[in-house]
C-alpha cells in the first residue's frame, strides 16, 4: 500500500524567493513518486517524475524534486517563484503500473 | 503532444439519471484510468483498467459504476444512478510508460 502527506495546504512566498512544496511518502514496494500541478478549473500536469536512477529529478518550468529514500521525502522546489507557479501541487506515489495516490495537495500562492 | 481528450467539460443531471463520461485516451497507451475530485479534496482512484478489462478498483467504485472501451478508442465511464455526493471532477487518464497522462476532466454537477 501506499500513501502521500503533503506538510502544508497552503504555501505563500514572494515572487523570486524559493519555493519548497514538502512531500513524505509511504511505501510497501520500491516507489514511483509524481508531482503534478492544477490550475484553476484545469486538469492535472505532470510536472516531473522519479522511477528509478538519479536521485534528483528536473521537469518543467523549472521545478525539481530529490528523492531521499532515508527520509522517505520527494519535496519540489524550484529557485525563484514566477507569479504563474500559483497553483495546486499534488504530490504522488504508485507501485508501478497501479494506482497512483495522490497527496491532498498544497496550494501556492506567489505575492508580488 | 498527444493528448487525452474528455468530452463534456461540464455536465449537469438531475439526481437518479444515468450519465456517460468519454474519455479518448492517447492512442498507443494501454493503461487507463478513472479517478474523481470532489470539490476542494484529493484527487481519489476510481478504476483502472487493462487489457480490456478492470485490473484494480477502489471501493467507491460500486455497482453503480461501469466501464468500457466500446469501440477500441474511446473510454467510457457511466454511472447509472446519479447521487448527488457524485458530483465532482472526473479524470480519465492513460499511460504507456510510469506516469499517466491525464485529461482535463468533465465537472459533473447532480442537481
Known amino acids: 500500500a501506499q500513501s502521500v502527506t503533503q506538510l502544508g495546504s497552503h504555501v505563500s512566498v514572494s515572487e523570486g524567493a524559493l519555493v519548497l512544496l514538502r512531500c513524505n511518502y509511504s511505501?510497501?514496494?520500491?516507489?514511483?513518486l509524481f508531482w503534478y500541478v492544477q490550475y484553476p478549473n484545469q486538469g492535472l500536469q505532470l510536472l516531473l517524475k522519479y522511477t528509478t536512477g538519479a536521485t534528483l529529478v528536473k521537469g518543467i518550468n523549472g521545478f525539481e524534486a530529490e528523492f531521499k529514500k532515508s527520509e522517505t521525502s520527494f519535496h519540489l522546489t524550484k529557485p525563484s517563484a514566477h507569479m504563474s507557479d500559483a497553483a495546486e501541487y499534488f504530490c504522488a506515489v504508485s507501485g508501478g503500473y497501479q494506482k497512483v495516490t495522490f497527496g491532498t495537495g498544497t496550494k501556492l500562492q506567489v505575492i508580488p | 503532444e498527444p493528448e487525452v481528450t474528455q468530452t463534456p467539460s461540464h455536465q449537469v443531471t438531475q439526481m437518479g439519471q444515468e450519465v456517460i463520461l468519454r474519455c479518448v485516451p492517447i492512442s498507443n497507451h494501454l493503461y487507463f484510468y478513472w479517478y474523481r475530485q470532489i470539490l476542494g479534496q484529493k484527487v481519489e482512484f476510481l478504476v483502472s483498467?487493462?487489457?480490456?478489462?478492470?485490473?484494480?478498483k477502489s471501493e467507491i467504485f460500486d455497482d453503480q459504476f461501469s466501464v468500457e472501451r466500446p469501440d477500441g478508442s474511446n473510454f467510457t465511464l457511466k454511472i447509472r444512478s446519479t447521487k448527488l455526493e457524485d458530483s465532482a471532477m472526473y479524470f480519465c487518464?492513460?499511460?504507456?510508460?510510469?506516469?499517466?497522462?491525464f485529461g482535463s476532466g468533465t465537472r459533473l454537477t447532480v442537481v
Open positions: 483498467f487493462y487489457n480490456n478489462e478492470i485490473s484494480e
Open positions: 487518464a492513460s499511460g504507456e510508460q510510469i506516469g499517466y497522462t
Open positions: 511505501s510497501s514496494v520500491p516507489p514511483y
